[in-house]
């Protein structure tokens, strides 16, 4: 079974910088695409940024520039580095992994618990 695990949330103050770690367990096979997605407070989820496996990487507007997403060496793990924080960005962040076969289906869709992140002074 595959589960996520995010961790590295906290408190920041705006300006400050964060790195959120997402750990993938279980057996993972064919393509797969990791992202990192947040919803914060009365709002609805919305995409952060995600990479594939050849290491393309797609970021929201509101965000490039400033994060920036990356694999681990043994693709099991996703980083998310956040700097210049803003209060805006204050949101439970979620680690997404879907996956693919080799054919190009669709066949998975995995979500972690989410990490809170607090920009604030």
């Known amino acids: 079974q595959v589960q996520l695990v995010e961790s590295g949330g906290g408190l920041v103050q705006p300006g400050g910088s964060l790195r959120l770690s997402c750990a993938v367990s279980?057996?993972?096979?064919?393509?797969?695409?990791m992202g990192w997605y947040r919803q914060a407070p009365g709002k609805e989820r919305e995409f952060v940024a995600s990479?594939?496996?050849?290491?393309?990487?797609n970021y929201a507007d509101s965000v490039k520039g400033r994060f920036t997403i990356s694999r681990g060496n043994g693709q099991n793990t996703v980083y998310l580095q956040m700097n210049s924080l803003k209060p805006e960005d204050t949101a439970v962040y979620y680690c997404?992994?879907?996956?693919?076969?080799?054919?190009?289906?669709?066949?998975?869709?995995?979500w972690g618990k989410g990490a809170l992140v607090t920009v604030s002074s």
């Open positions: 997404n992994l879907v996956t693919y076969s080799y054919g190009g289906v669709r066949n998975g869709d995995y």
């Open positions: 279980g057996s993972i096979f064919g393509i797969n695409v």
């Open positions: 990479i594939g496996l050849s290491g393309s990487t």
